[in-house]
T-cell receptor
Framework: DGGITQSPKYLFRKEGQNVTLSCEQN?????MYWYRQDPGQGLRLIYY???????QKGDIAEGYSVSREKKESFPLTVTSAQKNPTAFYLC???????????????FGPGTRLTVL | AQTVTQSQPEMSVQEAETVTLSCTYD???????LFWYKQPPSRQMILVIR??????QNATENRFSVNFQKAAKSFSLKISDSQLGDAAMYFC???????????FGKGTRLHILP
C-alpha cells in the first residue's frame, strides 16, 4: 500500500542530544514537509522540500535541520539548539503544489518526541 | 499574509445531532483552495473535504458538508448525524494554486456525547 511512514512512534531524548526522526513515502510525491504540533498551536511548518537536494525553512526552523538526498526520504534532525523540542512531529507529502491543481497533503502517523 | 482562524477551541455535540465548526480566513486572492482535515485520537491526519474557491457549489462528502461564503471569507464544516467516530481535532486549511505551502488553523476539538 502507498503511504507515508514515520519512525519511531515514540522517542525519548536526553537534554543536549541530537535526534533524527525518519520519514519515508512511496507515493512518488515530489514535495515533503515537517510540521510540529503543540497543544493549542495547531500545525507549524518546520521545513519543506519540493525536490531532491533542495529544501526551505518554514516558520519555526531554528534548532532543526533536514536533508533530502532521496525523493522518498526526508529525515528531520532535532538538534540540541532547539530549546523546547518536546512535541508531536508530523511528516507530510504532496505533489508539487506549485504545479498541481489538487493541493492535498498526505500525512504520516507522527512521532512523539519527549526530552527527559 | 494569509491566515486561517478557528474561533472555537472545543465543541460538543450529542450523538446523532448536527454540529457546525467555524473557520474564517484572510486572503486577497480570488483563486484558492480550502480544506478540512480530521485528526482522531490516533493522530493520523485525514482529509475530510476540499473546496475550490471558483466553485459556487458547496462541497459535500457523505455526512460532511461545507458552507462556503466567499465574500465573508467563511468556510464552516457541518457534520450531520454525528457519530462517536467523529470525535477528533478538526483543522481548517488554506492554500493557493502554485503556492508551495498549506496554512492550517489551530484546530477545533470535537467531542461526541453518547
Amino acid at each position: 500500500d502507498g503511504g507515508i511512514t514515520q519512525s519511531p512512534k515514540y522517542l525519548f531524548r536526553k537534554e543536549g542530544q541530537n535526534v533524527t526522526l525518519s520519514c519515508e513515502q512511496n507515493l512518488n510525491h515530489d514535495a515533503m514537509y515537517w510540521y510540529r504540533q503543540d497543544p493549542g498551536q495547531g500545525l507549524r511548518l518546520i521545513y519543506y522540500s519540493q525536490i531532491v537536494n533542495d529544501f526551505q525553512k518554514g516558520d519555526i526552523a531554528e534548532g532543526y535541520s533536514v536533508s533530502r538526498e532521496k525523493k522518498e526520504s526526508f529525515p528531520l534532525t532535532v538538534t540540541s539548539a532547539q530549546k523546547n523540542p518536546t512535541a508531536f512531529y508530523l511528516c507530510a507529502s504532496s505533489i508539487d503544489l506549485r504545479t498541481g491543481a489538487y493541493n492535498e497533503q498526505f500525512f504520516g502517523p507522527g512521532t512523539r518526541l519527549t526530552v527527559l | 499574509a494569509q491566515t486561517v482562524t478557528q474561533s472555537q477551541p472545543e465543541m460538543s455535540v450529542q450523538e446523532a445531532e448536527t454540529v457546525t465548526l467555524s473557520c474564517t480566513y484572510d486572503t486577497s486572492e480570488s483563486d484558492y483552495y480550502l480544506f478540512w482535515y480530521k485528526q482522531p485520537p490516533s493522530r493520523q491526519m485525514i482529509l475530510v473535504i476540499r473546496q475550490e474557491a471558483y466553485k459556487q457549489q458547496n462541497a459535500t462528502e457523505n455526512r460532511f458538508s461545507v458552507n462556503f461564503q466567499k465574500a465573508a471569507k467563511s468556510f464552516s464544516l457541518k457534520i450531520s448525524d454525528s457519530q462517536l467516530g467523529d470525535a477528533a481535532m478538526y483543522f481548517c486549511a488554506y492554500s493557493r494554486p502554485r503556492d508551495d505551502k498549506i496554512i492550517f488553523g489551530k484546530g477545533t476539538r470535537l467531542h461526541i456525547l453518547p
